[in-house]
């Protein structure tokens, strides 16, 4: 079975994202639909995959205030371990293989540069790690989310 998502579920979509908790009464009025067929709706986009659920996004008030990304080279067969240390690893938020030169693209969240000194000389120390890079986020100029 297989259903298009059509112009009023990308609609849908593009409302949720801006507000996930936007009530389905609010999301009916803008969409100048029934409420029960925008309940349908996110149940049938809900079941099949193309709304995975609802989370919240902490503001930068939130975040740790020291952000950056360290790309890593490794040896394969070390992979297991290292990804086992780096999910050990508080500040580490999101690890990402990538292409190229580097095989590993870890997203970091720190409290201070000491916290985040302390979490790259870790990384770069593990076994297996060959080549590590890291580049500290300054400022953010487009978030579009998660």
Do not use: C
Not at 16 to 36: F, G, I, K
Not at 103 to 126: F, K, Y
């Amino acid at each position: 079975m297989s259903e298009q998502i059509d112009d009023t579920d990308r609609a849908l979509l593009a409302l949720l994202t801006e507000n996930a908790r936007m009530p389905v009464a609010d999301l009916a009025r803008r969409l100048a639909l029934a409420r029960t067929t925008v309940q349908a709706r996110i149940e049938r986009l809900e079941r099949r995959g193309v709304i995975a659920g609802y989370t919240l996004r902490p503001g930068s008030a939130a975040r740790a205030p020291i952000r950056a990304t360290a790309l890593v080279a490794i040896e394969a067969r070390h992979a297991p371990a290292l990804l086992s240390r780096l999910r050990a690893l508080a500040e580490v938020e999101a690890v990402h293989t990538t292409s190229g030169r580097f095989d590993l693209l870890v997203q970091i969240a720190a409290a201070s540069t000491e916290s985040l000194d302390a979490v790259l000389d870790r990384i770069g120390d593990a076994p297996g790690v060959r080549l590590s890079e890291s580049l500290v986020h300054l400022s953010t100029k487009i978030d579009r989310g998660a």
